[in-house]
């Protein structure tokens, strides 16, 4: 057999061929490093949360649930001229309503059957709030019946506000606003919610 020398490119092929390469620990156990995954999660939450434009406002609204009371005795008579305003937001409309019926559109008369006190704004604008959303109520339109109905029960405080399911909530909060005061004169502050039943 002849002895014959290896070319530098066989000794190189050889030497990579046989070099011993040690594993990282993290490959030898088995397990999957997570750290700098978790620090790429942390500073996009971190990112999110200091360039976050939109801003939640928390507003507390006092309203009360209707109660069940016992019956009255025999002597204690029920006041005759009780007002038990009632508003109801419905998606037609806006209805007023109180001992002696439903009020008429322009709050002046009472009207039997389905009467819609203030209908819909014939041209939604949108919300003055600035959420971008329209209005699809006449809101100072209640404000003006409701204080027709307050010059006729100065004393008067309660009232309660109905719903229909589908009613958007802003709607709701919007009109226990418009039921509270019309900026200079309170006119019914105690506002009961009931359930959307007509």
């Known amino acids: 057999m002849a ?19 040690e594993a990282d620990p993290s490959e030898v156990a088995g397990e999957l490093n997570i750290v700098p995954f978790l620090d790429i999660v ?22 009360h649930l209707p109660t069940l009371a016992a019956g009255r005795s025999r002597g204690g008579a029920a006041p005759t001229n009780a007002l038990n305003l009632s508003v109801t937001v419905s998606e037609e409309g806006l209805i007023v309503s109180g001992s002696g019926g439903k009020l008429a559109p322009g709050c002046r008369d009472t009207q039997s059957g389905r009467v819609i006190t203030v209908p819909l704004l014939p041209n939604p ?49 919007r009109a226990m606003d418009a039921m509270r005061s019309d900026g200079t004169v309170e006119l019914f502050p105690d506002i009961l919610l009931s359930g959307g039943l007509r």
């Open 42 to 63: 942390t500073n996009i939450i971190m990112f999110l949360l200091a360039t976050t434009a939109a801003v939640l406002t928390v507003v507390q609204l006092e309203a």
């Open 125 to 173: 604008n949108v919300d003055e709030n600035g959420d971008g959303l329209p209005d699809l109520y006449d809101w100072p339109a209640l404000t003006r019946c409701l204080s027709v109905v307050h010059g006729t029960f100065p004393d008067e405080r309660q009232s309660i506000l109905t719903a229909d399911p589908n009613v958007e909530y802003r709607h709701i909060v």
């Open 3 to 21: 002895d014959y020398e290896l070319t530098t490119r066989q000794k190189s092929y050889i030497r990579k061929r046989t070099k011993l390469v």
